[in-house]
């Protein structure tokens, strides 16, 4: 009588709606013993082979939870222990999503177990929705989030790994272009400037005053870039520092440019200044020779 006061009989407008919804519904009394089920239910009970009627009036869900064993053991002991509070009025609801995965495929409910708000005994509700469409778009979520996290994080490198190489092309580029000024004044310009001072022919004159420009004209646009201290050496103390890197001594500097070794040790001062050696155990012809 008791059972049917709860759905049949009496009330047989919340049996049609009981039995219209898709979740899986069983109704407890105060020991956990299912008392009542709808048709979602008892069709899952008979898809799955469940044990005992399909309808599962008379078992005691709770002391089936506790009696669970293997893999799903931990998680039918949380549902055990939240139904337990909702019976013992602790709580007025308890919440829990988990997997059931079966050999046609993965499979994920939510279970909800609220205590009923009426006089008579304690009932429970205890309900299990299907979300394993809402669990699988999560899963493909997390997963195109993953991709596009590996994605940003691969472009973050190559992007760090350009800039870097854009650096190295750039201190190249500069280093490059350091060396061709080092070279054009200092093995052309000497020779142009006693071309221009030697006593030629007019024509042949003007031939090396149009190179004289057409090189000036080239290293320009360099020389407005470039602002290191070596690329801006007077005429002599280019001459000096590539008798430097070929070799010679003070001496025979001296003789070839017909100065003073005095002069020649003030040039080669002005060079170390110019060039940044501040430390004497550096050597001028290698530091000039690595610039070759």
Not at 101 to 113: C, E, I, L, Q, V
Not at 170 to 190: M, Y
Not at 230 to 238: G, H, K
Request: hydrophobic share 40%.
């Amino acid at each position: 009588m008791e059972r049917q006061s709860i759905v049949h009989g009496t009330d047989p407008f919340a049996k049609t709606v009981l039995n219209s919804l898709s979740a899986h519904i069983a109704i407890l009394d105060q020991h956990g013993v299912i008392l009542e089920t709808n048709r979602a239910w008892r069709n899952y009970a008979a898809g799955n082979q469940m044990k005992g009627g399909h309808d599962s009036i008379g078992v005691n869900y709770l002391a089936l939870c506790e009696a669970t064993t293997g893999n799903e053991e931990s998680q039918a002991r949380q549902v055990a222990a939240g139904l337990r509070s909702v019976i013992q009025g602790d709580i007025n609801e308890f919440l829990f999503d988990y997997p059931c995965h079966s050999p046609d495929g993965k499979h994920w409910y939510y279970m909800r177990a609220i205590r009923m708000a009426y006089d008579g005994p304690v009932r429970v509700v205890v309900s299990h929705e299907d979300i394993t469409a809402l669990k699988l778009a999560e899963e493909s979520l997390k997963k195109r989030e993953q991709e596009l996290e590996d994605q940003t994080q691969n472009l973050e490198e190559a992007n760090i790994a350009l800039k870097v190489l854009l650096k190295q092309r750039e201190t190249d580029k500069l280093e490059l272009e350091q060396k061709f000024l080092i070279n054009i004044k200092q093995l052309v310009f000497p020779y142009l400037d006693k071309l221009k001072n030697a006593r030629i022919k007019p024509r042949e004159r003007t031939f090396v005053e149009i190179i004289d420009t057409h090189l000036n004209d080239i290293i320009s646009p360099l020389l407005q870039r470039l602002s290191a201290a070596n690329i801006f050496l007077t005429p002599q103390e280019m001459q000096v520092a590539a008798l430097v890197k070929d070799g010679k001594t003070s001496k025979e500097m001296a003789d070839i440019l017909t100065v003073s070794e005095t002069t020649i040790h003030f040039h080669r001062k002005n060079l170390r200044t110019k060039f940044g050696l501040t430390n004497q155990q550096t050597n001028l012809r290698a530091y000039l020779l690595s610039l070759s």
